[in-house]
């Protein structure tokens, strides 16, 4: 739980500072402030990389406070000449105490499912996409490199082309593995374990600034953590840690816009600038997720009087100015990936567009049942959608998001191919945008019960516990917020169909011990010792499973390795990389792939001397 702890403070600390500083408070300042931690260090370690410097908890300390004292000076410069924004009533102290309560309780449900389908915490996530993610972390953490290509040099070294990658989760994780001393697995599972909770408490705030009732509130801290594409598919499939997280501080996006528009000045276009650069620093399809989520806002705004239009519009445009100068490093890779030799394929259409529209409404992809109590939330919100007053507008978002994942879902046609390639065209990522706005509905159903009930029943029935009755019945009736088959679904993604097994674990962190600093290990890409360098601090020759646009080296070696006594070139690839260590899992059960064609065999072989054998793994000295 260490690990757990020391990941709040590092996402909440920066943030909570610098919004204090900026101005924010109440609900406000506890929801941004995540996503406030991740625009200052997404910030930071590319722009310290680029002047030479590591990036460190120091340096995220320093530049936390210059980012803390730029705000404070665009506070007082803001107060000069404007009054101080108005926080928003309607709320009273109990009101704020049950919200809080119910925020609480949701995190705890959210926490629980989570860790009930990790095993524990340290669990290694079994997924493709998890070991870019551990051993970027632990990249960082080594070498203090906060570029935005650093963290692929892990599998794309020497004469390849490393790929960009927005790494605002990695920096602040890697941060969280220095200062706690936990495992690479326990420190990326300490964030994953928040995600619902952080979910939730966007959400809330999302609710409040746009001045819905408390009973929303709390109804919608509930709803968030319950539907399984949320955030638990994320977990499962990858899993996606970065794009998960994105989707947790989407729901800001909107309440930065309307901050700002409703009171066009520096301080809170600062903290617009903030929002929108760090969603991109997170994640480069975040920004297009948060973009979806907050222009119906503005249809919203403009239908309501058409003359916002230009003022609204000119107002953005030194925002989009301030964003562009403070995040061109991201932009531009974002930009640099997609017309570079990194192939596109996309993921393959699922179903049909009627069957993608029943899984939306019924809460269900791939599981056995539908979440039938969210659908009845849903109806009701659909029902009394017309009382949804300032916030109409998640409405559209949510169609707007629901058609985009029916037409990924449903076709191949290149436009769609196209438009949807900030999200490399996959339907689980859709599902997992468009939950979030179905959630809100799904919260103001059951809010509007209550009210329905409170207006017919006799007076003396208090409206809090006719609000108790209908929250409380909702957890009741959906199980818990389907805390059990949300778990089980986290853990087909780390104690399902296993690509790392517990042998293997074991003896990636016994080549640890037995490597000198700066030796590399040969290895195999199938198995599961991609891991190695992320458990043990060794550099493998694969570094990660993904065959595409490798280096030389490593194709030569994965495919001649094994006549290293008598080949040149081998030889020669062998010094270049200081390979001291062949590092063999369980054989991959990929068709044809047991094992690359230069690692069959070696058993036994003359230049290779056996230091550590297990049931799942085998270790080797080079001693020739």
């Not at 203090?144 to 790929?163: C, E, I, K, Q, R």
Request: net charge positive; proline share 6%.
């Amino acid at each position: 739980m260490l690990s757990v702890s020391v990941a709040i403070l590092v996402i909440a600390l920066p943030g909570l500072v610098t919004g204090l500083a900026v101005g924010l408070r109440g609900w406000a300042l506890a929801g941004l402030a995540p996503l406030l931690s991740y625009a200052i260090g997404g910030l930071t370690g590319p722009w310290t990389a680029a002047l030479g410097w590591s990036f460190t908890p120091v340096t995220y300390a320093v530049s936390t406070a210059v980012f803390a004292a730029i705000a404070y000076g665009v506070r007082k410069l803001t107060l000069r000449r404007l009054p101080p924004e108005p926080e928003p009533g309607l709320w009273a102290r109990n009101g704020h105490l049950c919200v809080v309560a119910c925020l609480l309780f949701a995190s705890a449900v959210g926490f629980y499912a989570t860790v009930r389908g990790l095993g524990t915490i340290g669990a290694l996530p079994q997924g493709f996409d998890a070991v870019y993610h551990g051993n970027a972390v632990r990249y960082i953490a080594d070498t203090g490199d906060g570029s935005l290509f650093g963290t692929s040099h892990v599998n794309w070294y020497g004469d390849a082309a490393p790929v960009f990658y927005p790494n605002a989760y990695h920096l602040l994780a890697a941060m969280t593995y220095r200062l706690s001393g936990a495992s690479i697995p326990a420190t990326l599972d300490a964030n994953t374990v928040l995600l619902p909770g952080l979910l939730a408490l966007s959400l809330v705030t999302l609710v409040r600034e746009f001045r819905g009732r408390a009973v929303l509130a709390g109804a919608v801290a509930l709803t968030a953590v319950a539907p399984v594409m949320g955030v638990y598919e994320s977990m499962d499939r990858g899993p996606l840690l970065p794009f998960a997280l994105g989707v947790t501080l989407t729901p800001l996006a909107a309440v930065a816009l309307r901050r700002y528009l409703e009171r066009v000045a520096p301080d809170t276009g600062l903290v617009l600038v903030l929002a929108a650069v760090g969603l991109l620093c997170v994640h480069s399809s975040t920004l297009f997720g948060g973009l979806l989520f907050a222009g119906p806002l503005l249809v919203q705004r403009w239908l309501s009087s058409w003359r916002r239009i230009g003022r609204d519009l000119l107002a953005l445009l030194p925002i989009a100015v301030a964003s562009l100068l403070v995040a061109w490093l991201q932009l531009f890779g974002a930009l640099g990936l997609a017309s570079g030799d990194v192939p596109y394929y996309g993921w393959p259409s699922e179903w049909r567009a009627s069957t993608a529209l029943g899984a939306l409404l019924g809460f269900q992809h791939y599981e056995a049942h539908p979440q039938v109590w969210l659908s009845v939330a849903l109806f009701l919100g659909i029902v009394f959608f017309a009382r949804a007053g300032a916030l109409r507008w998640i409405g559209l978002t949510a169609a707007v998001t629901g058609l985009a994942y029916m037409a990924v879902a449903s076709s191949n046609a290149p436009l769609v191919m196209a438009l949807s390639r900030p999200w490399w065209d996959d339907p689980y990522r859709f599902f997992s945008m468009a939950a979030i706005p179905l959630c809100v509905l799904a919260a103001h159903g059951l809010a509007s019960t209550q009210a329905w009930l409170r207006d017919r029943l006799p007076a003396r029935v208090p409206a809090a516990a006719v609000a108790v009755v209908v929250l409380l019945g909702f957890v009741l009736l959906s199980n818990g917020l389907y805390f059990r088959s949300n778990g089980a679904r986290v853990a087909q993604g780390y104690q399902g169909a296993q690509r790392v097994t517990p042998g293997e674990e074991t003896a990636m962190v016994e080549l640890g011990r037995l490597a000198a600093p700066g030796e590399w290990a040969m290895n195999d890409r199938f198995d599961g010792t991609a891991w190695t360098y992320a458990l043990s601090g060794v550099r493998t020759v694969a570094g990660h499973f993904d065959e595409t646009l490798l280096p030389k080296d490593a194709l030569l070696l994965a495919a001649r390795f094994r006549d290293y006594p008598t080949d040149p070139a081998v030889r020669a690839a062998v010094r270049r990389l200081n390979i001291h260590w062949v590092i063999l899992g369980k054989p991959s059960t990929q068709p044809g792939k047991p094992y690359q064609p230069g690692l069959i065999g070696l058993a036994g072989e003359p230049f290779l001397r056996e230091a550590y054998r297990n049931s799942d793994a085998v270790i080797y000295r080079l001693v020739s």
